[in-house]
């Protein structure tokens, strides 16, 4: 079974991994950098192998002498780790130990020695101490938790779970993120000052005060590791960290007269780090075997510390995998099933051999491009370095001279990392509600993991029901034949559109979009696409859906990919965008690379009926090879604004608005006005193919909605558009939950919108409503003065002329007959635009196409009835 996010056939690659990779290194084995992974590579992980022993070590100081073994344990199971990425993992990278499992096995000590030392042990019968019994049981226990891990991610990967994985709630999945943050940042003070975040909040001032000195320092170091982020960004900063860390403990000892051995019985260095051979761990656990009561392993506490992190293991590790596609792109198209196969299939061989849970490593990754490495030839030499670590243990009493708090402040900072990237980002990005969730199952996480998993899940469970419940999917549907745009276009264009109405088809949606409402929605529209196969345009608006999941968004984006690989092309528009989906859409189409995607409108859906109008005209236009033919006037009016004749242009605005007029009238009347008017021009400017329905202050805003009227306005060249305003809606109530308010957060339908009501073409007037309203009114008050009734914007390279209301009703109070005729045409328009006008006060962004069509046939009835009637 395929996974659904991956293209059909990605299974069937035959890929044979070499040690060479794309790009520049492509046909080489190695690169010279290559050869700086056993340097670069062990300064970064060997801090990190110290620090997951520390963790045990300070819940279990009976295991103490033994840290020597755990270390070699830790060691044996990054370089296998390693080596096995190196010939099989799709990624050139190495492996890495999780500081989660290190606060398992920290627990997992507590409840062995807890409930069952005082049980079973007994130093004269088994010849055991307490520390060897605690060492065989969690060796042992350590073995069959990653043996677990892995069964559970190989099931995993063969029952196609990832997929199943993406469909947790942000709120839940943060949550865990956030919860596994905590775990990390309580391991990093128990390993500096012997105390967690619970037993300091608890038992707080009952502890001496070394004890809170040592947990301030391990603060303090760790936030000089979060510091030093902002001044180098690559895993570099770990080693560098740690030797001034070192440096300054040393020198602050040195000044306060404080030997080494004062600094180490006062607690400030790990103990136990003794060069042992390597075989020591394996024969302690050969005579150990026998004698330790492994049925306690059995036990419920530690059944369920097994089972609760195998699952928390088991949700994090494949997102490590997936998320590795960010910092090293696989040579062919990521297989995610064979990865965590590959990935379960290591830790069950490590589990066989007593290791410790392995994943990828991004901190290596990262550090080693930045030095320049290449090919996979590094990850096998890091690999071999550290089978040298392994064998030969006389290196490790140096890092005895690294302070505690250093490896403290290391896991600290860790933590930190974790929060920051998830509880700290989601306070930033979801509503409050949904934060105080993600908190929330952080918390449960924290204090209990098997809680945390199970309110988790209860919380999934009942975030699916709210949403579920919201849920409607397409609500209405229409073509072009049934609904417009608010902009009125001429007559050539309105019969064009009703002729090729059926290419465009809009779907609205309401409710929550989840994996099952998305698909429902692919299936009815690609339905739609193939009973109806001269469909070209498609428009589905959000403006009714609260929020759409991860999946939702995958699988929309997927079938506008896949519209535009149908034998007849079809361009599809996504519009009601809020702010949180859109920014989904883009990085998704971003991601995926899709060509042609969709286009993508946060306003409502006016906007998109405007494109796929223009789009169903442009295509129209070009079968035909003809162009509705446009108004034309004489050449001399569109040219530039100097040595312009502004009275031929008046005498041509008066011919247009009276054609019976005589010349004689109309060149005075021309004469009469032309020294109180002004022609206007608008600077060119290039056209945004995204935008050019949308306002722009650098082409020109003539009047604007509200302003008092004082004068008519006479498009001479270019085009001018009008435009009035939809208040938003209020009467829709739908769940608010999904938006960040603080942010400003609403749905498309609350928010005010400016629509296009009508574009005035050459040989237009403008204002003649007012016009119409200030008629006889020689001085009035501002209040009185008839106000814009809607907003004119000029479009680039736009003149009009600017004709006073005053002067016009005296020249044509002066000329009676070109005042009749030109008052009649005015009348007529008036009427015409008034009527037009009116019917964008309705509150929905579209307008229906049937008045226009029904206003056609009748004026195509009446228009036959007076040729009979001639005829007769």
Not at 95 to 110: E, R
Not at 250 to 266: F, P, R
Not at 627 to 655: C, H, K, W, Y
Not at 772 to 788: F, N, Q
Request: hydrophobic content about 45%; proline content about 4%.
């Amino acid at each position: 079974m395929e996974d659904p996010l991956l293209p059909k056939g990605a299974y069937d690659i035959d890929r044979t991994l070499s040690f060479d990779e794309p790009g520049d290194s492509k046909g080489k084995y190695f690169v010279w950098e290559d050869f700086l992974s056993p340097f670069i590579g062990s300064l970064v992980l060997l801090p990190f192998a110290v620090a997951f022993v520390g963790v045990i070590i300070a819940s279990n100081p009976a295991l103490e002498p033994h840290t020597p073994k755990l270390l070699s344990t830790v060691i044996m199971s990054q370089a296998l780790g390693t080596l096995w990425f190196a010939g099989l993992s799709q990624y050139c990278t190495c492996t890495n130990i999780d500081l989660l499992s290190a606060a398992y096995l920290a627990q997992m000590g507590v409840a062995l020695h807890r409930d069952y030392y005082y049980y079973y042990f007994d130093r004269e019968k088994d010849g055991l101490d307490e520390g060897e019994t605690l060492f065989v049981q969690l060796v042992v226990a350590q073995a069959l938790f990653t043996f677990v891990v892995g069964s559970s991610l190989c099931l995993l990967a063969r029952l196609d779970g990832v997929w199943y994985l993406r469909f947790f709630p942000y709120p839940v999945a943060c949550g865990f993120v956030s919860g596994i943050g905590f775990l990390i940042l309580d391991g990093g003070l128990e390993l500096g000052a012997s105390c967690g975040m619970k037993e300091l909040a608890v038992g707080f001032g009952t502890f001496p005060m070394r004890v809170y000195a040592h947990a301030g320092l391990t603060v303090l170091v760790g936030a000089f590791f979060v510091s030093l982020r902002r001044c180098i960004h690559n895993a570099t900063r770990l080693p560098i960290a740690l030797l001034v860390t070192t440096v300054a403990v040393h020198l602050g000892g040195a000044a306060l007269g404080l030997s080494e051995a004062d600094l180490d019985a006062k607690g400030m260095f790990l103990k136990g780090l003794e060069a042992e051979p390597w075989t020591s761990s394996w024969s302690a656990m050969a005579d150990g075997v026998a004698k330790a009561h492994l049925t306690g392993l059995l036990g419920q506490n530690c059944l369920t510390l097994t089972v609760s992190y195998a699952l928390l293991h088991m949700m994090v590790y494949p997102f490590y995998a997936i998320g590795m596609q960010d910092i090293d792109t696989p040579a062919d198209k990521f297989d995610v099933k064979r990865e965590i196969t590959q990935l379960g299939r290591l830790n069950m061989g490590l589990g066989l051999l007593g290791g410790v849970p392995s994943c990828h490593s991004y901190k290596v990754c990262i550090v080693m491009k930045d030095s320049g490495a290449k090919t996979r030839t590094w990850v096998f030499l890091l690999g071999i370095a550290f089978l040298g670590l392994y064998f030969d243990t006389s290196l490790r009493p140096t890092i005895r001279l690294v302070p505690k708090c250093a490896f403290g402040g290391l896991v600290f900072s860790l933590g930190y990392e974790f929060l920051s990237a998830s509880l700290l980002e989601s306070r930033q990005r979801v509503a409050n509600t949904e934060w105080r969730l993600v908190l929330a199952t952080a918390m449960m996480t924290y204090f209990n993991v098997l809680l945390g998993l199970v309110f988790g899940g209860l919380l999934t469970m009942g975030l699916f029901v709210v949403e579920y419940s919201g849920m409607t999917g397409i609500v209405q549907q229409a073509t072009f034949a049934e609904v417009r745009s608010l902009l009125k276009r001429p007559k050539e264009e309105t019969d064009l559109l009703s002729k090729h109405g059926a290419e465009c088809v809009i779907f609205w949606c309401a409710g929550y979009i989840f994996f099952g409402t998305a698909a429902t929605i692919v299936e009815e529209i690609e339905e739609y696409l193939d009973a109806n196969p001269a469909t070209r345009y498609m428009i589905i608006d959000f403006e009714g859906v609260p929020a759409v999941d991860a999946s939702g968004v995958h699988s929309l984006t997927e079938f506008a990919a896949r519209c535009g690989k149908r034998k007849k092309h079809v361009r599809v528009c996504f519009c009601g965008l809020v702010r949180r989906l859109n920014l989904a859409l883009k990085n998704v189409i971003a991601s995926k690379a899709i060509r042609d995607g969709p286009r993508l409108y946060s306003r409502r859906v006016e906007q998109a009926l405007e494109w796929a109008e223009d789009e169903v005209l442009r295509r129209a236009k070009s079968k035909l090879h003809t162009f509705p033919a446009e108004r034309t006037m004489s050449r001399q009016t569109s040219a530039d604004a100097e040595g312009v004749d502004v009275q031929a242009i008046l005498r041509n605005m008066l011919e247009h608005l009276s054609h019976e007029a005589q010349q004689e009238e109309v060149k005075s009347a021309a004469q009469m006005l032309s020294p109180c008017t002004q022609l206007l021009s608008f600077r060119a400017k290039p056209k945004d193919s995204h935008h050019s329905w949308a306002a722009d202050a650098n082409a020109g805003v003539i009047f604007l909605e509200g302003a008092c009227a004082y004068d008519l306005l006479y498009v001479v060249a270019g085009n001018a558009e009008l435009r009035r305003s939809l208040e938003g809606e209020t009467s829709l109530k739908l769940p608010r939950h999904h938006l960040n308010t603080e942010k400003g957060d609403q749905f498309v339908f609350e928010e005010r919108t400016e629509v296009r009501v009508e574009r005035v073409s050459e040989g237009g007037v403008l204002g003649l409503v007012e016009f119409a309203a200030a008629y006889g009114l020689d001085t009035v008050s501002v209040s009185d003065r008839p106000k814009r009734t809607a907003t004119a914007v000029a479009a680039p390279k736009c003149q009009a002329l600017r004709v006073p209301f005053h002067e016009l009703h005296d020249v044509l109070g002066k000329h009676p007959g070109l005042g009749r005729e030109v008052l009649a045409k005015l009348g007529k328009l008036i009427a015409v635009q008034a009527l037009e006008l009116t019917k964008t006060t309705n509150v929905k962004p579209y307008r229906n196409a049937t008045a226009d069509q029904q206003a056609s046939s009748e004026a195509s009835a009446a228009g036959s009835e007076r040729n009979d009637a001639e005829a007769a």
